[in-house]
């Protein structure tokens, strides 16, 4: 099955939703593929600025009203953010889409990767307070989860612009102005779509009325699967246990045993915490 996801790098509920496709990832593997889209959130700074403020031009008003706009999100999926605005726009890069652009370019290179490419692109973004509408760190990231760089590059400048008009093209078709939202598309064509931020149990609900065909794995909370959960996506966060495991006191307390036996650290975050496998440090 092949699910089309609707989002933007720094849309809050997008960012928010990571913890409940990691989720599907795990409950159906390989059965299902996700493919992004972006749509873009900001155009301009300038159109998110209060109106009294509009011809004052103040780029530190518009990164504190992005970073609001990641708290009020926060306070709903719990994913971790940072504690403080970012600097992300600028007089010079007023546009969000030049971040998303980024993620294009991880598309076009290796589409294989360009999901893992998405999600540290976010983290990097929302939690690590990287400012990732600088090409550098663009490149970084992609270098890191394995990408190409000269490929990336190459797309990055030549062609990763025209692709995500494509893709913001194919958003405004649909009539989608706020994400995330869900697409499958049935062997007739016909689309079927879920719009806004969705619950694990709403998701999985959406997949299952559109391909009844598919297996969902068993879930089950112990020491083993814990670990392996953390192994195969390296970096999680607590919330994202809790979406999977339900369990959170049991999860505590396997946590800590992971701990003491040296497999796992884990790191408290100003909003919540992060857990890595030992040697990933």
């Known amino acids: 099955m092949k699910l089309f996801?609707?989002?933007?790098?720094?849309?809050?509920?997008?960012?928010?939703?990571?913890?409940?496709?990691?989720a599907?990832?795990?409950?159906?593997?390989?059965?299902?593929?996700?493919?992004?889209?972006?749509?873009?959130?900001?155009?301009?700074?300038?159109d998110i600025l209060p109106m009294n403020m509009k011809d004052k031009d103040s780029?530190?008003?518009?990164?504190?009203?992005?970073?609001?706009l990641w708290q009020g999100g926060y306070y709903m999926h719990h994913m971790p953010i940072m504690n403080h605005p970012p600097k992300?726009?600028?007089?010079?890069?007023v546009s969000t889409y030049i971040i998303n652009t980024a993620f294009v370019a991880a598309r076009m290179t290796d589409e294989k990767l360009a999901n893992k490419y998405l999600r540290k692109l976010r983290e990097a973004t929302l939690l690590d307070g990287l400012n990732t509408?600088?090409?550098?760190?663009?490149?970084?990231?992609a270098k890191n989860v394995g990408i190409n760089r000269e490929d990336f590059l190459e797309n990055l400048n030549n062609?990763?612009?025209?692709?995500?008009?494509?893709?913001?093209?194919?958003?405004?078709?649909?009539?989608?102005?706020?994400?995330?939202?869900?697409?499958?598309?049935?062997?007739?064509?016909?689309?079927?779509?879920?719009?806004?931020?969705?619950?694990?149990?709403?998701?999985?609900?959406?997949?299952?009325?559109?391909?009844?065909?598919?297996t969902k794995r068993e879930v089950v909370l112990n020491s083993e699967e814990l670990f392996k959960f953390i192994e195969?996506?390296?970096?999680?966060?607590?919330v994202e246990l809790t979406e999977v495991f339900k369990d959170e006191d049991k999860i505590k307390?396997?946590?800590?045993?992971?701990?003491?036996?040296?497999?796992?650290?884990?790191?408290?975050?100003?909003?919540?915490?992060?857990?890595?496998?030992?040697?990933?440090?």
């Open 232 to 238: 195969k996506y390296e970096r999680v966060f607590f």
């Open 159 to 214: 062609g990763a612009a025209e692709e995500f008009l494509e893709d913001r093209i194919s958003t405004f078709d649909r009539r989608f102005t706020s994400y995330p939202n869900f697409m499958y598309v049935e062997e007739s064509g016909r689309e079927k779509i879920l719009t806004g931020y969705k619950s694990l149990e709403e998701l999985i609900e959406f997949i299952e009325e559109s391909d009844s065909t598919l």
């Open 253 to 281: 307390e396997l946590l800590n045993e992971l701990v003491v036996e040296g497999k796992i650290v884990t790191n408290d975050l100003d909003r919540g915490m992060e857990i890595k496998i030992k040697n990933s440090i």
């Open 24 to 46: 599907i990832d795990y409950i159906y593997g390989e059965q299902i593929e996700i493919y992004n889209i972006m749509g873009g959130l900001i155009a301009d700074y300038h």
């Open 59 to 68: 780029e530190e008003t518009a990164n504190k009203i992005l970073f609001q």
């Open 133 to 141: 509408m600088e090409e550098s760190v663009q490149v970084e990231i």
């Open 88 to 93: 992300l726009l600028s007089r010079e890069k």
């Open 5 to 22: 996801v609707f989002s933007d790098v720094v849309c809050p509920w997008s960012y928010g939703e990571e913890k409940v496709l990691r």
